[in-house]
């Protein structure tokens, strides 16, 4: 479900997990939280819809939410991360931008944050 491609003039979420939380976790996490979005929209809207990037090594996951269904896996993923991992486990910055290749070139300091 990942767009692999730039996106231009999006929403986006941009977390950054802090050392020892497990990134194979956080990845299961993603994909059970897209699930659930998938439960309440369909597979085919989350498959159109959702967007997303990982980098495990810089410990970044990067989420559309230009759209309702990308604003709902924010949501729900945040929510699962929150109870899994612990809110002090992971920083999340809001920014206006393309979904990147790479997640941790997405911006690092920008307007609404957490």
């Known amino acids: 479900m990942n767009t692999g491609s730039a996106r231009t003039g999006r929403t986006v979420y941009r977390l950054t997990f802090e050392i020892p939380v497990d990134m194979e976790a956080v990845e299961e996490t993603l994909l ?12 085919a809207a989350v498959r159109l819809d ?16 230009s759209t309702d269904i ?13 109870r899994e991992f612990g809110g002090d486990t992971f920083s999340m ?6 979904v990147p290749k790479r997640p941790s070139t997405a911006k690092q300091a920008c307007g609404a944050g957490t």
């Open 32 to 43: 059970l939280a897209i699930l659930a979005v998938g439960c309440l929209y369909g597979d």
């Open 50 to 65: 959702a967007g997303y990037a990982i980098d495990t090594d810089a410990r970044v996951v990067v989420i559309d939410g």
């Open 70 to 82: 990308g604003c709902a896996v924010a949501r729900i993923f945040i929510g699962f991360c929150t």
């Open 93 to 98: 910055v809001r920014a206006d931008g393309p």
